[in-house]
């Protein structure tokens, strides 16, 4: 099982803040089925940026300390791009660090409430430019969460999305965990990733598939978890055409 979204890197941002506490995820990871995983650092944290070669370096590093321990688990660049005004105007889109380094997949994570207004054009501009944004947890985002509208838009003009394992799971409240129902009936989310920072939470992802097989159906399980792969490998991920929340209810979807 590959978990495509997780801050497992130690000292580059609110993840583990040690090397040791690094490989108790590894461990923990493992435990629960995982051989690989994405390392999605924010691309901003304490005033620093989590530049490519950061990233690169620590994962070199990172591997190199899980063959030596004995840890089936591969670690794969990736990072978690926070939208702003500065990387509209400032930043060159090249630097930016896509899923497994050589795919189009780029992690975008959303302000607080409110969004800006120029989400949009941020994100065409990286479309034109050969990114496809993938949306990091919008079911945890209190403007989505009140106007999902907003996301049903950018899933229509292109974007995909992954949610939290704990999310389905109803880690975070039985609200956002009826809101990332709604979306995954409304063909609004494309991947899970754990999104995990610290050892001792567990990574949920094996459960989080289950109780997607349970109110949806194997297939849409199935497709979820495949496009987890199909995004490391750079190929075309499977989608469903979206639909607005709420035209339809909840619903199996597949069979």
């Given at each position: 099982m590959i978990d495509i979204h997780c801050h497992i890197l130690h000292g580059l941002d609110d993840g583990p803040s040690t090397l040791e506490e690094s490989l108790k995820m590894a461990e923990e990871a493992v435990f629960e089925g995982i051989d690989t995983i994405v390392a999605t650092p924010h691309d901003q944290s304490k005033n620093s940026y989590n530049n490519r070669q950061r990233i690169y370096t620590s994962i070199d590093e990172f591997n190199d300390v899980l063959r030596n321990e004995g840890i089936p688990l591969q670690v794969l660049p990736g990072q978690e791009t926070l939208v702003s005004n500065d990387l509209l105007e400032e930043?060159?889109?090249?630097d930016l660090l896509a899923v497994n380094t050589n795919t189009s997949y780029l992690y975008l994570e959303l302000p607080e409430n409110p969004l800006p207004s120029y989400v949009k054009q941020l994100i065409r501009e990286m479309q034109a430019s050969g990114f496809h944004p993938v949306i990091a947890s919008p079911e945890k985002n209190v403007y989505v969460n009140q106007q999902p509208e907003f996301l049903y838009e950018l899933v229509k003009n292109g974007c995909f999305v992954q949610i939290a394992a704990g999310s389905i799971n109803g880690d975070y409240g039985g609200k956002v965990r009826k809101f990332t129902q709604q979306l995954i009936a409304s063909n609004l989310v494309h991947f899970i990733g754990s999104n995990n920072h610290?050892?001792?939470?567990?990574?949920?992802?094996?459960?989080?598939?289950?109780?997607?097989?349970?109110?949806?159906?194997?297939?849409?399980?199935?497709?979820?978890?495949?496009?987890?792969?199909?995004?490391?490998?750079?190929?075309?991920?499977?989608?469903?055409?979206?639909?607005?929340?709420?035209?339809?209810?909840?619903?199996?979807?597949?069979?």
């Amino acid at each position: 099982m590959i978990d495509i979204h997780c801050h497992i890197l130690h000292g580059l941002d609110d993840g583990p803040s040690t090397l040791e506490e690094s490989l108790k995820m590894a461990e923990e990871a493992v435990f629960e089925g995982i051989d690989t995983i994405v390392a999605t650092p924010h691309d901003q944290s304490k005033n620093s940026y989590n530049n490519r070669q950061r990233i690169y370096t620590s994962i070199d590093e990172f591997n190199d300390v899980l063959r030596n321990e004995g840890i089936p688990l591969q670690v794969l660049p990736g990072q978690e791009t926070l939208v702003s005004n500065d990387l509209l105007e400032e930043r060159d889109f090249i630097d930016l660090l896509a899923v497994n380094t050589n795919t189009s997949y780029l992690y975008l994570e959303l302000p607080e409430n409110p969004l800006p207004s120029y989400v949009k054009q941020l994100i065409r501009e990286m479309q034109a430019s050969g990114f496809h944004p993938v949306i990091a947890s919008p079911e945890k985002n209190v403007y989505v969460n009140q106007q999902p509208e907003f996301l049903y838009e950018l899933v229509k003009n292109g974007c995909f999305v992954q949610i939290a394992a704990g999310s389905i799971n109803g880690d975070y409240g039985g609200k956002v965990r009826k809101f990332t129902q709604q979306l995954i009936a409304s063909n609004l989310v494309h991947f899970i990733g754990s999104n995990n920072h610290q050892s001792g939470k567990g990574f949920g992802l094996l459960k989080a598939y289950q109780e997607v097989g349970k109110q949806f159906g194997n297939q849409a399980a199935y497709m979820l978890m495949n496009n987890s792969w199909k995004m490391v490998e750079g190929a075309v991920v499977i989608r469903e055409e979206p639909e607005r929340i709420g035209r339809k209810g909840l619903k199996k979807r597949f069979v």
